[in-house]
């Protein structure tokens, strides 16, 4: 079984800062692709950010510049340092893991249960 567990989430005022963590855990070969997906009340769920196993980022272009994401190969872990937070960045925040469990094992998708994020003042 793998889980993917996330914190960090909360309330801040517009202009403020959060750093949302996930760490993955239990039966786990290689990690590839990490990332963060999020979803706002009636929207879709949209891309935020990912970073491959060799630690080259991709952003939304909503994100650049506010955000960074980084991660921990050797704690299975992705991060989201999210700063000059805006009212439009309220919603709750998935990150994902592309990963094996064993040697011959083709990559599968595993999911975090979200976090939420609200900015307003």
């Known amino acids: 079984q793998v889980q993917l567990v996330e914190s960090g989430g909360g309330l801040v005022q517009p202009g403020g800062s959060l750093r949302l963590s996930c760490t993955a855990s239990?039966?786990?070969?290689?990690?590839?692709?990490m990332g963060w997906y999020r979803q706002a009340s009636g929207k879709e769920r949209e891309l935020v950010a990912t970073?491959?196993?060799?630690?080259?980022?991709n952003y939304a272009d909503s994100v650049k510049g506010r955000f960074t994401i980084s991660r921990d190969n050797a704690k299975s872990a992705v991060y989201l340092q999210m700063n000059s937070l805006k009212p439009e960045d309220t919603a709750v925040y998935y990150c994902?893991?592309?990963?094996?469990?064993?040697?011959?094992?083709?990559?599968?998708?595993?999911w975090g249960q979200g976090t939420q994020v609200t900015v307003s003042s």
């Open positions: 994902y893991a592309a990963l094996r469990r064993r040697i011959l094992d083709v990559f599968n998708t595993y």
């Open positions: 239990g039966r786990i070969f290689s990690i590839n692709d």
């Open positions: 970073i491959a196993s060799d630690g080259i980022p």
